[in-house]
C-alpha cells in the first residue's frame, strides 16, 4: 500500500454528501448496498460518528460510516468503509479510520471499534488488522451472524472484530 500523497481533509459528513456515498458503496460491488435514502438519514443523524475524505475540491473520495452501539456507549461500530476507485491503493481507507477513532476517542471516549467482515473480505480484514497493530490494540474475531440467519438468501456470515482497549 502507498500513502497517500497529500494529507486528505477528513471531517464528518453532510447531507449534501449523501449521494456521492451511496454511488461510492453502489461502484464498491462488495459493500451491501443500502438505499439512497439512508445514505442522506446517514449523513444527518450519524455525521458524529461517520468521517469522509474529501480532495482539493472539497469532493468525497472516501467515507467510513458507524454509530455507538447504544447498549455500549464506548463503543464504535463501524457499518461500511468505501474508497472511490480512483482513489484506491494509497492509504485512504486507514488514513479515514484512523481519523474518525481519533475524533470518537476524544469526543466521545470511545474505548472499542467493532466491525464485521465476510470472510471473503481480505481488504477489509487487512485493514482492521493494520488497524490495531498500528494502535497496539487487542483484536478479537468470533462470527456474529451465521449464514442462515440471514432471511434474503446465501450470504456469508458476518465475522465480528473487537479491536480493543484503544490508547487514549
Known amino acids: 500500500m502507498t500513502a497517500v500523497q497529500a494529507d486528505p481533509q477528513i471531517d464528518r459528513p453532510t447531507v449534501a454528501d449523501g449521494a456521492a456515498l451511496w454511488r461510492m458503496a453502489k461502484d464498491s460491488k462488495v459493500l451491501d448496498l443500502n438505499s439512497s435514502y439512508s445514505y442522506l438519514l446517514w449523513c444527518r443523524d450519524f455525521a458524529a460518528t461517520s ?3 474529501r480532495d482539493e475540491q472539497g469532493e468525497p ?3 467510513i460510516t458507524g454509530y455507538v452501539r447504544p ?13 472511490d476507485e480512483a482513489h484506491r491503493g494509497r492509504g485512504l481507507a486507514a488514513a479515514l479510520l484512523d481519523g474518525l477513532v481519533a475524533r470518537t476517542v476524544a469526543d466521545l471516549g470511545v474505548t472499542t471499534v467493532e466491525t464485521t467482515i465476510t470472510p471473503d473480505n481480505t481488504a477489509s480484514e487487512r485493514l482492521f488488522t493494520s488497524f490495531a497493530e498500528r494502535h497496539g490494540a487487542r483484536l478479537e474475531r468470533e462470527v456474529l451472524f451465521e449464514t442462515a440467519v440471514f ?5 456469508d456470515p458476518e465475522v465480528l472484530y473487537r479491536i480493543g482497549p484503544l490508547p487514549h
Open 51 to 53: 468521517a469522509v475524505a
Open 61 to 63: 473520495m472516501g467515507f
Open 71 to 83: 447498549d455500549s456507549p464506548r463503543t464504535l461500530l463501524v457499518w461500511q468503509v468505501a474508497v
Open 151 to 155: 432471511p434474503d438468501g446465501p450470504h
